[in-house]
């Protein structure tokens, strides 16, 4: 008996560590991809403009970008650890099908740490031309590497490249493995996440700048630009979330019927918004006829799959799954919603908008689009369960056998709230430093003069 | 030549490309560390912080590249080494962690206090993540590692004699290849004292290096009698003799202050033992537990890692070799600014303004 409740508590604490890591890294993963972008938009603005103000925002952004790589690049390396250290189950037998995606990745993270090193630092000894160059490798890293990474979780939801014989995994196809039917709509979807939590990030703190006052050019274009990257997304993001989702009927019953919160499969499925799953009952939610049907599969009489076609011990946790679903997707909606009317008044008026209630809500886009985010990762990871390996491998099956990873969680746990207030503090610093003007060094950067 | 030794190799060229770039940035942290106080250490500091500054994470991404590469085309030898010793390899990401970050707070600590602090932590997990890196490959090497989910002692696996060399070495060859490159760093930056500085610590440190080898000779004799037995073998005596001429030769380079060649002797020095590791232990990846061609992955796999490894070395190695020469040139960091720099720009476009 404690034998099982070691093991359980073993699990629980994996599955927890693995979850505050990575829950932890991803925000700084939008960032890596996103932000490069941001700058290089403003910086390509500076340059065929001669307008210095485009250049000072980007020399501005390089700084924070400094601080966020770092913090990224540390947050990630130990997410590589993680993955051999608990998850023996999945490592072990699958590790040769999906290295090859890791590998890749690896190639983009390479040049996003050599390129971040020489914009960082190329400021006065490179040619314009050269310095300005060097964000393209960055950005097309992050578009390359979040595709690498995408397709192994896709493939743990729609795993593929192998076949099972008697137990054992063979004829492994690494490439199959990468482009499984689940890559593309995932990568998209994480794509066009990235750029929404960079944009309305970067552009918040600019949306709280022109609330308290702040509205010179400067704050002008530098809540202009993220803005725009992030309103164009948010339109896309919508329809690709759309199709990931409706994959699920077919793909992953299991985790549709949790997320719509379906208790009886069939045709005419109401929408179910928020509400409870207690004792197999849906209780306290509204119920809006025929709309789940309708909007999975474009039809009133479209099938749907429901909690009871799935069997008690392959059910993963309907409550949590349902809610963070929920929440996604009506944080994105209102963010689109946002976005919409930007693009009306700018259409209309050719200039930013002039309710406060626009910028209170721009100010909290960026928490609403990380807060988006993380409840989208919620509900396909949890979603998934009991799986680590869409009904193949049970994530129970797939923890180590070490005794005392609750340790190792609590090292974590205490190590990341550090981090993360630290991470804060360095980032006020830079934009006091900003404010008032003066020059200040990269984070772990040269002096602002060289000693001799 | 087979597939599973290509791919070994591949893997041995990482560790050893790790060992040097990552080492040598592990070695910058050590120093500071020995920097001394506030103002006794400041100048070292500064030069270290310049020379790490646009090249450490860079320098890191080879740990990534060992890790999937191991777990790509040996599975099951890879987690059998992540599960028995995760104590250490946890230990060697918190280490990662408090290392990047304390960097990178630094810059921006308000007190002189709170610098120490993110000081403290930067470099004390310099020194503190190679041991544990060292430890896990000392590990490996004397044959405490059983296949399979968490099989092998938690403690004594990384806790015995020739863990105890790997790491210790680990740290010693992290501040040796790091001071030799400081004594260069500190001759493109004209501060001669500086270069007296790490001329004399690199030389202690590689003595030490070298005494520590010599004699962890005898320790693997006797803690590790497989390993030792393979480095009787004619290659592995041959790499041990190139490691030693390599460490002498660099001695001597220090010696008579010719600091630029320094540099790939005492790298070669340090690979030299990594290799002599390596040919040890072949065909083993598991000393004694698990053959190279027996736990290997199927041929598909390895011929896409041989792809994605030479997409990489397409990409990477003519990228790295830029930014290592724009470092070297001094073209990165401060210094005159460019009449054609972006900086010069703004500054032409201010005064329009």
Not at chain 1, 186 to 208: D, I, N, R, T
Not at chain 2, 37 to 46: E, F, K, Q
Not at chain 2, 260 to 273: G, Q
Not at chain 2, 325 to 344: F, H, M, N, P, V
């Amino acid at each position: 008996m404690v034998g099982q409740f070691a093991a359980d508590l073993n699990l629980l604490a994996a599955r927890n560590q693995m979850a505050v890591s990575l829950g932890f890294h991803i925000i700084l993963a939008c960032l890596g991809i996103g932000f490069p972008l941001i700058t290089l938009i403003a910086h390509w603005r500076g340059l065929r403009t001669g307008d210095s103000h485009y250049l000072e925002l980007a020399r501005r952004w390089a700084k924070t970008m400094a601080v966020l790589f770092a913090v990224g690049a540390v947050s990630g390396t130990i997410l590589s650890f993680e993955m051999g250290i608990l998850w023996p189950g999945l490592m072990g037998p699958f590790g040769d099908v999906i290295g090859l995606p890791f590998t890749l990745e690896g190639v983009s993270f390479f040049m996003e740490a050599i390129f971040i090193g020489i914009y960082l630092y190329g400021w006065k000894r490179l040619p314009a031309r050269v310095h300005f160059l060097s964000l393209f490798p960055i950005v097309l890293a992050g578009i390359a590497g979040s595709f690498f990474i995408l397709s192994v979780n896709s493939w743990m939801n729609a795993p593929a490249g192998f076949a099972i014989v008697n137990g054992d995994v063979v004829d492994v196809d690494p490439w199959a493995a990468m482009f499984n039917d689940a890559t593309a709509v995932q990568y998209l979807h994480m794509l066009l996440a990235a750029y929404m939590v960079s944009g309305f990030l970067v552009a918040g703190v600019y949306a709280y700048a022109w609330l308290r006052g702040r509205r010179d050019r400067h704050h002008y274009l530098g809540f202009l630009i993220p803005f725009v990257v992030a309103a164009l997304a948010a339109p896309v993001q919508i329809v690709v979330g759309d199709t990931a989702a409706r994959r699920l009927i077919d793909a992953q019953p299991a985790k549709f019927a949790a997320m719509e919160l379906i208790t009886e499969g069939g045709s005419n499925v109401p929408l179910t918004v928020g509400g409870l799953l207690i004792d197999s009952e849906v209780v306290g939610a509204i119920e809006i006829p025929g709309l789940a049907s309708l909007i999975g599969t474009r039809s009133i009489d479209g099938e749907l799959p429901g909690l009871d076609q799935i069997s008690q011990d392959e059910l993963p946790p309907v409550n949590i799954v349902h809610w963070s679903f929920q929440i996604m997707v009506g944080l994105g909606t209102l963010l689109l919603l946002l976005s919409l009317y930007f693009g009306f008044h700018w259409w209309r008026r050719r200039a930013l908008p002039e309710r406060r209630a626009f910028w209170w809500a721009s100010s909290g886009a960026g928490l609403a689009a990380v807060v988006a985010m993380e409840a989208g990762w919620i509900t396909t990871e949890v979603g998934r369960q009991p799986w680590i390996v869409w009904q193949l491998v049970r994530t129970e099956d797939a923890v180590t056998a070490a005794n005392g990873v609750v340790w190792s969680l609590l090292a974590i746990v205490v190590v990341y709230l550090g981090l993360t207030a630290a991470t804060i503090v360095a980032l006020r610093r830079i934009s006091a430093g900003m404010r008032t003007g003066g020059e200040v060094a990269t984070p772990y950067g040269p002096p602002p003069e060289v000693e001799r | 030549m087979t597939l599973a030794n290509a791919i070994a190799g591949i893997i041995w060229l990482g560790i050893s490309a790790y060992a040097v770039f990552g080492g040598a940035d592990f070695g910058g942290g050590i120093w500071d560390l020995l920097a001394g106080g506030p103002d006794l250490g400041r100048r070292p500091r500064a030069l270290i912080e310049r020379a790490i500054g646009p090249v450490w994470e860079a320098n890191h991404v080879w740990l990534i590249f060992v890790l999937v590469y191991l777990w790509t085309a040996f599975p099951e030898p890879f987690v059998s080494i992540a599960t028995t010793l995760w104590i250490p390899f946890t230990l060697a990401a918190l280490g990662i962690i408090f290392r990047g970050s304390g960097f990178a707070f630094r810059k921006w600590a308000n007190t002189v206090e709170r610098q120490r602090v993110y000081g403290a932590m930067f470099a004390g997990a310099s020194a503190m993540t190679p041991f544990f890196f060292g430890a896990v490959a000392g590990a490996v090497a004397s044959g405490r590692v059983p296949l399979g989910n968490a099989v092998g002692d938690p403690l004594t696996s990384w806790i015995n004699p020739t863990s105890l060399l790997g790491g210790v070495m680990a740290v010693v060859a992290c501040a040796y290849l790091a001071a030799v490159l400081l004594t260069r760093e500190a001759v493109l930056d004209d501060m001669p004292d500086l270069v007296e500085y790490f001329r004399v610590r690199s030389l202690i440190s590689g003595v030490l290096a070298g005494l520590l080898a010599g004699g962890g000779i005898f320790v693997l004799a006797a803690d590790a009698p497989s390993l030792f037995n393979g480095l009787t073998s004619p290659r592995g005596v041959a790499l041990i003799a190139t490691s030693a001429l390599a460490g002498l030769s660099s001695l001597w380079l220090l010696l008579t202050r010719r600091y630029l060649a320094a540099r790939p002797a005492a790298a070669v020095a340090i690979m030299a033992v990594l290799w002599g590791w390596g040919a040890g232990q072949y065909p083993w990846v598991l000393e004694d537990t698990a053959s190279i061609e027996d736990y290997v992955a199927s041929d598909p796999v390895l011929w896409a890692m041989i792809v994605a490894f030479g997409f990489a070395t397409l990409l990477v190695v003519p990228s790295l070799i830029w930014l290592f020469r724009l470092t070297q040139t001094r073209s990165l960091g401060d210094g005159e600014i460019r009449k054609d720099s972006t900086e010069a720009l703004m500054r032409d476009s201010h005064e329009q303004a």
